[in-house]
Nanobody
Framework: QLVESGGGLVQPGGSLRLSCTASGFTIDYDRIGWFRQAPGKEREVVSCISMSGRPTHYADSVKGRFTISRDNVRNTVHLQMNTLKPEDTAVYYC??????????????WGQGTQVTVSS
């Protein structure tokens, strides 16, 4: 089970921190992270991190603005999003998956949390 929190409405240039608590079947996967889905757009893998906490992957569109981190004690992953832009508006999903050919492929995800960047 993956439970996300932290979405909301923020002005351009602002920040949000998404959190996801994982339970149950996480041992079956070697990556945890986030993808987003905006209306009319393809799903985009935003970031992922290994279960040990490294290495990390970021989409080019968020590099330098977003930071993923993992708390192994609490089985929680966070996505710190800074300098948000209107094009970051999407539903963000926490997901579990694998590294395949250098990319994160997700196989299970949560309900999603809405992030809206607007003035």
């Amino acid at each position: 089970q993956l439970v996300e929190s932290g979405g909301g409405l923020v002005q351009p240039g602002g920040s949000l921190r998404l959190s996801c608590t994982a339970s149950g079947f996480t041992i079956d996967y070697d990556r945890i992270g986030w993808f987003r889905q905006a209306p009319g757009k393809e799903r985009e893998v935003v970031s992922c991190i290994s279960m040990s906490g490294r290495p990390t992957h970021y989409a080019d569109s968020v590099k330098g603005r977003f930071t993923i981190s993992r708390d192994n004690v609490r089985n929680t992953v966070h996505l710190q999003m800074n300098t948000l832009k209107p094009e970051d508006t999407a539903v963000y999903y926490c997901a579990l998956g694998y590294e395949i050919a250098g990319a994160c492929e997700f196989g299970s995800w949560g309900q999603g949390t809405q992030v809206t960047v607007s003035s």
